[in-house]
């Protein structure tokens, strides 16, 4: 049976000596650095703090073609509620990254923004601010994924922040790198050409262009990533499921090629100190189906119990190889 990996995302839980002791005593293959959540600035030190402490791969992903939200402080809207989109930063509007997307947007666009149920509608225009209703209640939080629900813009395939990020990675021989928002074989070309040609390059599949275009993906390129989280916003939750077990059934065509998932395999334990029975049904469902890796998000990055994370998907990974019977 071929080795089933697990991958750590690093955060604020998990970037310390401690933790990275563990990961490598405990067999984690790869370190995730998400670009979203870290400046540029503090790349070079964090690199060479994970160095000085472990020897395990350190994969460097993408912020890729996404809208992100960008605000001072953490507010709660009411359905009805009226906010202001800004096009230059401010401590009292929200505003969007990257940059040139608050140009891209039209009157009556909806917006769905985080993961707390915030839905917002463009209702007015006036020179650089945007006038928006709350059309469902939620948080608006920094640093979120902003998804545009009732049409598509173009975005680029990388950021700024992205190149710049990747010359130091480079600089400092990191050999894995990770495509947010994959959608098109151009993309995956584009990518290629930045990269050292012997580098692990991983694609993530969280839209419903790269879905549409997986087939032509497959032929490109080995290693893709299904990111439940942001797909569940460009399809149903009911979806997901069906999109996963399609991904991976395609990918059994062709020899290795690998399938790696991510978010929410033990979202629970970001707060709590052992897995619900859904978490480990998902858990074993993946890998019976055929997934090559695990990874782990929030769990590890802000959750409380990040070592405990590792150690449950090393028994369940276990329990499946064995195929232990518990009757």
């Known amino acids: 049976m071929n080795k089933i990996n697990i991958f750590c995302t690093l955060g604020p839980s998990s970037l310390n000596r401690n933790f990275l002791k ?9 370190l995730r650095i998400n670009l979203s959540h870290i400046q540029n600035k ?6 060479f703090f994970i160095k000085k402490n472990c020897k395990i791969k350190i994969c460097l992903d993408t912020e890729g073609a996404q809208i992100r939200s960008k605000i001072y402080k953490k507010k709660f809207f009411k359905l009805g509620n009226f906010g202001i989109i800004s096009k230059k930063k401010s401590k009292n509007f929200l505003s969007l990254y990257p940059d040139d997307v608050f140009d891209k947007l039209r009157i009556k666009d909806e917006l769905d923004v985080g993961f707390d149920g915030l839905i917002v509608k463009l209702i007015r225009k006036k020179k650089d601010k945007f006038f928006f209703k709350t059309i469902s209640p939620g948080y608006l939080e920094k640093n979120k994924g902003v998804h545009l629900i009732n049409r598509k813009i173009k975005l680029n395939f990388l950021t700024k922040k992205d190149i710049q990020a990747i010359e130091v990675a480079k600089k ?4 894995n790198f990770a495509l947010s928002f994959t959608n098109s074989v ?26 549409k275009n997986f087939k032509d993906l497959l032929i490109n390129a080995d290693n893709f990533l299904i ?13 997901v499921p069906i999109a996963q077990r399609k991904i991976i059934k395609n990918s059994k065509k062709y020899k ?8 929410n ?5 970001i707060k709590n100190s052992t897995p ?9 469902n993946s890998l019976e189906m055929g997934a090559s890796g695990l990874v782990l998000a929030a769990e590890t990055a802000i959750g409380r119990y990040p070592e405990k994370c590792i150690l449950f998907l090393k028994s369940m990974i276990k329990k499946y190889k064995k195929k232990i019977n518990s009757f």
């Open 265 to 269: 395999f033990l979202e629970s334990m």
């Open 227 to 239: 990111d439940r989280g942001d797909l569940s916003k460009e399809i149903s939750i009911e979806e």
């Open 256 to 263: 290795f090629k690998k399938i790696f998932i991510a978010t």
């Open 42 to 47: 503090n790349l070079q030190k964090i690199i």
């Open 172 to 175: 400092n021989k990191i050999n």
């Open 276 to 284: 619900t029975r859904a978490e480990s049904n998902d858990i074993y």
């Open 186 to 211: 151009e993309d995956i070309k584009k990518f290629k050409a930045l990269l050292p040609k012997k580098s692990n390059k991983i694609y993530k599949i969280e839209t419903r262009l790269a879905l």
């Open 22 to 30: 563990f990961a490598e005593k405990n067999k984690v293959d790869l």
